[in-house]
């Protein structure tokens, strides 16, 4: 420090952060650097996903085609059991799968490739609060998952142009997108904090979250009549049917469980998961040597 410096008591520290409360700098450059590493490969991040949501598309319509029937539901408030073409019923739970599946391998795979090439520091010098990191790092995630998601929605518009319908509940579709994606990008943080090689983070994928979709109503009613009790307790718990349930109850109106009472079990969870990768990032867990 110069003796000007010390007169006019200004405090340059090492250390001390010279930009307020918040390193607004520092934290778009870090989501810009998210956004711009899936975009260079927008061909295996973006599009690519859009080819297996249009084959289990296909594959359905085929299916429920030859049975020549459609999908059950009950509606919630009236009591009364609508019947939906598998083009109405499918497109909404194929597109959260998208924004689910993108926002987990955004976040997942941003920090383990750090970690494994030795240059996980880049990320950790700067100097960048472990609120600002969650908030870049998540908002980049949940960049690509929405960016999938709507890209996914126009291309099954598309095979589907005749069933469209209007849309029922505009709040319910861009709630749902918004928080499934947010929420996935803080559970993928936290996957690549804890995987140490891409095996590891390969286990949660096919063991925990893959289960999770297939297991959500993607493809059926969970209260269908053929389902066992067990799988609808199943679904009260796991907070994928809610994303899905409340996205789809957006487009056709009608859901498995209360849209109400998915936007807080949602909420609450995105919450505590928040504070969950907030506490990880501020400890450096399996971050720092």
């Known amino acids: 420090m110069t003796t000007d410096e010390s007169a006019q008591g200004i405090n340059l520290d090492f250390g001390t952060r010279r930009f307020g409360a918040v390193n607004w700098l520092g934290l778009w450059t870090l989501y810009k650097k998210e956004v711009h590493r899936f975009i260079k490969v927008a061909f295996q991040t973006i599009f690519a996903p859009i080819i297996s949501t249009l084959l ?13 029937t459609g999908i059950l ?16 019923f499918l497109p909404p739970g194929l ?10 391998q955004n976040s997942s795979s941003t920090l383990i490739i750090a970690k494994v090439q030795g240059s996980i520091v880049d990320v950790l010098m700067p100097p960048l609060s472990a609120a600002e990191l969650t908030i870049a790092i998540v908002a980049g995630a949940a960049t690509r998952g929405l960016l999938v998601g709507f890209v996914t929605a126009l291309t099954v518009a598309g095979f589907t142009w005749g069933d469209i319908q209007p849309i029922q509940h505009l709040w319910a579709i861009v709630y749902f997108s918004l928080m499934a ?16 090689k891409f095996d590891q983070l390969a286990l949660i994928t096919n063991f925990v979250i893959t289960p999770l979709t ?6 059926y009613s969970m209260r ?11 679904s009260q718990i796991n907070p994928v049917f809610y994303l899905i349930d409340g996205f789809r109850y957006g487009f056709i109106g009608v859901s498995d469980a209360s849209p109400l009472t ?23 867990y399996k971050l720092k040597a």
């Open 224 to 234: 269908s009549a053929w389902l066992p009790d067990f799988v609808l307790l199943f």
């Open 56 to 68: 289990f598309l296909l594959v359905f319509m085929g299916a429920w085609g030859a049975r020549g």
């Open 181 to 196: 994606a947010v929420l996935m990008g803080m559970i993928g943080a936290i996957a690549g904090m804890w995987a140490e």
């Open 95 to 104: 597109i959260m799968m998208a924004i689910i599946s993108n926002a987990f």
């Open 73 to 88: 539901m009950e509606n919630l408030t009236t009591g009364d059991v609508v019947e939906f073409a598998v083009t109405v």
């Open 262 to 284: 998915g936007a807080v079990v949602i909420l609450a969870l995105n919450i505590v998961t928040g504070g969950i990768t907030y506490y990880l990032f501020k400890t450096g």
């Open 214 to 219: 297939f297991l959500s109503g993607t493809f």
